[in-house]
């Protein structure tokens, strides 16, 4: 995904990872959607995770926004209540975008001492070498739970989002594989109570965390909607559907497409099952899909036919749909004429 990190001046440099009711004349109402009204069919929602403008975004004609809570990633720029309510008198369903997997050196949490290894909290890890400003975390860690993300949540819920949109679910992934630990560079220096070796250790802490964080949440603002970005393997290790029972949803990029190359059919095959058990849990459960299938020229007749193909592909699973630009910089409401919003 493109994430709000790494802001440089004159503009974002790009990152990454952003009911089973049928979409004909019914609609699929979101939990604790009342505020805001159902999403109509055949479902599209807006991705912008940088210098998004609510008065734009109100008036752009999609239900339901996925963004940053604040304009430059920071508390200066944070978006007033005042903002936030506007979307919700839109009927714009507005969802914050939050890491709770790493940790963003420029937000307002970040301590620079942390840079020093003999200063760091115990629960920083390694840099991402993907990301500069990225760090890993062990998200299991009641510090990182209690300190950082419970007071960054209150700040998001008493800004008047409806929800939160969760990623780097899949570090559990990242945390139980062997290969991360050791003495080189970049590698984690294994501590007790790490889950090498354990993928399902590692999944349940992942699901305790999110499941606190629908809990803090919902206990202010109920009907709070906890929505995971990708790490839909996740679901391997919810024996007890404790997991599949709290989300609202999930979020999901390159479903069909890497870019603009199709994915191979294995790779498709292999996600849509664990998506597909996301809606099957409840008539208000969803999926946002989102693929970087636009090369941005929309007189090109090759780029159209694959735009409609993603949204094809897409509406057949009743997923919710948006085609985002190919070099997955989410600064801008990308608005195909006759496409995207959904006519």
Request: overall charge negative.
């Amino acid at each position: 995904m493109t994430h709000p990190s790494q802001w440089v001046e004159g503009g974002f440099a790009a990152c990454r990872g952003l009911g089973r009711t049928l979409l004909t004349a019914a609609t699929l109402l979101l939990p604790g959607l009342a505020s805001a009204g159902p999403l109509p069919k055949p479902g599209g929602f807006l991705l912008q995770l940088q210098e998004a403008q609510p008065e734009a975004v109100a008036q752009a004609g999609f239900p339901l926004v996925v963004m940053d809570y604040s304009r430059d990633g920071g508390d200066p720029g944070r978006y007033r209540p005042a903002e936030i309510a506007l979307l919700v008198q839109a009927g714009v369903m507005p969802l914050a975008y939050l890491s709770i997997g790493e940790a963003e050196d420029y937000r307002a949490y970040w301590q620079p001492s942390w840079s020093q290894p003999r200063s760091a909290p115990p629960w920083l890890g390694q840099t991402n070498p993907d990301w500069g400003g990225n760090h890993k975390v062990r998200y299991w860690d009641p510090s990182w739970r209690d300190e950082v993300l419970g007071p960054y949540l209150d700040t998001i819920v008493g800004q008047g989002f409806k929800g939160v949109y969760l990623d780097i679910i899949d570090a559990f992934e990242y945390w139980a594989d062997p290969a991360n630990y050791g003495k080189k560079k970049g590698q984690e220096e294994f501590r007790k109570g790490d889950p090498r070796g354990d993928e399902g250790l590692a999944a349940r802490h992942m699901i305790d965390l999110v499941l606190w964080i629908a809990q803090r949440a919902r206990r202010q603002a109920p009907g709070f909607l906890v929505v995971p970005q990708n790490g839909e393997r996740i679901l391997d290790h919810d024996r007890d559907r404790r997991y599949l029972d709290t989300v609202s949803g999930i979020g999901v990029e390159d479903t069909w497409y890497d870019a603009t190359e199709p994915q191979p059919e294995a790779v498709v095959a292999a996600r849509l099952p664990h998506l597909r058990r996301i809606l099957a849990a409840g008539a208000d459960r969803f999926v946002l899909a989102l693929d970087y299938v636009d090369n941005g020229d929309h007189g090109d007749p090759g780029n159209l036919r694959r735009i409609r193909h993603f949204i094809q592909l897409c509406r057949q699973e009743r997923f919710h749909c948006y085609a985002a630009h190919a070099e997955r910089a989410l600064d801008r409401i990308n608005v195909i004429p006759g496409l995207q919003p959904p006519p």
